[in-house]
């Protein structure tokens, strides 16, 4: 009898020792045993701290726009594994999940891969199978020792580089951006969203010969009235074809589709991307504009997403200092006239004192969760109160069992004046959206 989808996942879960064993000998090969079939005729991998997943949002959307059949492989996901591996502008369902499952079974024998190795290599699988014209690869973990790197990027993006996983990548920007710099290839686009990069990744894209490209420096946006145009240090290269046949300049009238100034670098490092690729890809950048208010079909869940009003609630799935420093710009451009409530949990090896430091006097009040009943990293209650008192000494907090317990004690105390913000991981978003659709 044929595992399920949740069998499978319970099973991968347990054929490596540790959850994360980074490098790309044992990926490699069993991806050349399984014939390392080609993803698509064009493949953009992107990396970063923070952004990875918006800025691939905004590619995917701006390809699909373009009459393109993409491929998109995102990490980790919300409600549904499926959400990981998307195809032709859609999940992918379990019987093809399994499919590909049962043939990265097959071609590893007693090599042993971690979950996200198994997973990606299915991905690459399904992608190989498809007649897509581009895949989206977003990295996991770093960038030169993660599974995506097996396939070379036709044009390869850095979105951020800040403090985060240093246990695996460094202990400073210097050392995590040459992490990430590692998915840059010979001759081919890199594209950098960091207007203040670290020198790693400018020296690495230099000795291997890549085309680097930085935000400010390169691109970036100008404000015009009413509207943002997209410019380039090359004037050629700020028109594109967009609808097909007629020429006409970048300029986004209306707001983006996903919320946060910081989206605006990354749309502009997305569209970067594609007028490096030139005539191998067709693009419209208006996908990036917000058509009118979905709540229940964002273009991106978990990213400063909208699920309720009076009170407001807000989720956003920001889990180091670097996202918490834009929640708390986003927080101060968008003020409420009650009080701000944060349910938040963490996992233990994330710098929780970092994020709280970083929000500050913006919460009045945490409604902290104990997180081990939804992963094994979490933090108990009892240290995520020590560490965030530890920086917020006089912060009004409440311990609360788990993220629904959380939730509903905020909405009890809320106004429908106030806000609430449930941020920390993916593991607070996903019991949060659970919550909101029951």
Same mark, same amino acid.
């Given at each position: ?11 991968? =879960? ?20 399984? /014939?390392?079939?080609?993803?698509? !005729? %064009? ?23 373009? $009459? ?7 990490? !980790?996901?919300?409600? +549904?594994?499926?959400?990981?591996? +998307? ?23 007693? %090599? ?47 979105? %951020? ?20 710099? /590692? ?5 081919? !686009? ?46 050629? =290269? %700020? ?5 097909? $046949? ?6 986004? @009238?209306?707001? #983006? ?17 594609? =007028?490096?690729?030139?005539? @191998?890809?067709?693009?419209?950048? +208006?996908?990036?504009?917000?058509? $009118? ?11 400063? =997403?909208?699920?309720?009003? @009076? ?7 920001? @889990? ?6 834009? #929640? ?44 081990? /009943?939804?992963? !094994? ?14 920086? #917020? ?46």
């Amino acid at each position: 009898m044929r595992r399920t989808l949740e069998e499978w996942l319970a099973y991968q =879960q347990q054929i490596h020792a540790r959850g994360i064993d980074m490098g790309l000998d044992r990926v490699r090969e069993v991806w050349k045993r399984m /014939g390392a079939p080609r993803l698509a !005729p %064009t493949v953009i991998t992107v990396a970063g701290t923070n952004g990875k997943g918006s800025t691939v949002a905004f590619l995917e959307a701006m390809l699909g726009a373009g $009459g393109m059949r993409v491929g998109a492989y995102t990490s !980790p996901h919300i409600l +549904r594994y499926n959400e990981r591996v +998307r195809a032709g502008g859609g999940e992918t369902g379990d019987a093809a999940l399994i499919d590909a499952f049962e043939r990265v079974e097959a071609a590893r024998g007693d %090599t042993t891969l971690t979950y996200f190795e198994f997973g990606t290599l299915a991905a690459f699988l399904i992608f190989a199978q498809s007649n897509l014209d581009v895949v989206l690869l977003e990295v996991g973990l770093g960038g030169r020792l993660d599974a995506v790197n097996v396939v070379d990027a036709d044009c390869a993006v850095v979105v %951020t580089v800040d403090l985060d996983h240093m246990e695996y990548l460094g202990p400073d920007r210097e050392a995590i951006g040459r992490e990430k710099a /590692g998915i840059f290839r010979t001759g081919k !686009p890199a594209i950098i969203g960091e207007t203040d990069p670290p020198a790693s990744v400018l020296e690495y894209a230099r000795a291997i010969g890549a085309r680097a490209e930085v935000l400010g420096r390169d691109f970036g946006w100008e404000p015009q009235i009413d509207a943002l145009a997209w410019w380039h240090r090359d004037p050629r =290269q %700020t028109r594109h074809v967009a609808p097909a $046949g007629s020429s006409s300049d970048i300029v986004l @009238h209306g707001e #983006l589709a996903l919320e946060g100034a910081f989206q605006y670098r990354n749309a502009a490092t997305a569209i970067a991307a594609l =007028q490096a690729l030139g005539d @191998h890809v067709r693009w419209d950048a +208006r996908a990036l504009v917000k058509p $009118g208010v979905d709540a229940s079909a964002p273009l991106l869940a978990g990213r400063l =997403q909208h699920l309720a009003e @009076h009170p407001d609630l807000v989720i956003d799935v920001g @889990h180091n200092p670097q996202a918490a420093r834009e #929640l708390a710009r986003w927080l101060d451009r968008h003020p409420v006239a009650g009080a701000t409530r944060a349910v938040f949990g963490a996992l233990a090896d994330k710098d929780i004192e970092g994020v709280a430091a970083a929000l500050g006097a913006r919460i009045d009040h945490w409604y902290l969760a104990d997180l081990l /009943g939804e992963s !094994p990293r979490g933090e108990t209650i009892a240290r995520l109160l020590k560490r965030v008192r530890a920086v #917020l000494p006089e912060a009004a907090c409440s311990e609360h069992p788990d993220i629904p317990a959380a939730l509903a004690a905020a909405r009890a105390q809320a106004s429908p004046a106030d806000r609430i913000i449930a941020f920390g991981s993916f593991h607070v978003v996903a019991p949060v959206l659970k919550a909101c659709r029951v």
